[in-house]
């Protein structure tokens, strides 16, 4: 199985980014669907963006499309979403999540096998 470690969050104002960065021990990225997915204070873990497993499709959110950008770097084995034009509204926990290459749904937390711890991101107005 695969072990996924977050990093890069924290405190940033409106209209600035991020990157964070989703490093993959145990086996390689590539074997699985992956996805980001975000939890605010008081709410349900929700979607952000995900990547098949051969790269051929990405998916995102409405909310972040056009300001997030998924990608792997399958040398370094390691996730990153890129966030631009961030608002306060993207304030969260961002999770990475890897699926087996069974699942069909990338966009339902269920449909996600292996999590990481999170990391905090905090967007000020």
């Known amino acids: 199985q695969v072990q996924l470690v977050e990093s890069g969050g924290g405190l940033v104002q409106t209209g600035g980014s991020l990157r964070l960065s989703c490093a993959a021990s145990?086996?390689?990225?590539?074997?699985?669907?992956v996805g980001w997915f975000r939890q605010a204070p008081g709410k349900e873990r929700e979607f952000v963006a995900a990547l098949s497993r051969l790269g051929a499709s990405t998916y995102y959110a409405d909310s972040v499309k056009g300001r997030f950008t998924i990608s792997r770097d399958n040398a370094k084995n390691t996730l990153y979403l890129q966030m631009n034009s961030l608002k306060p509204d993207d304030t969260a926990v961002y999770y990475c999540?890897?699926?087996?290459?069974?699942?069909?749904?990338?966009?339902?937390?269920?449909?996600?096998?292996?999590w990481g711890q999170g990391t905090q991101v905090t967007v000020s107005s």
């Open positions: 145990g086996r390689t990225l590539s074997s699985y669907h």
């Open positions: 999540a890897a699926a087996n290459p069974a699942t069909v749904v990338l966009t339902r937390t269920n449909g996600y096998d292996y």
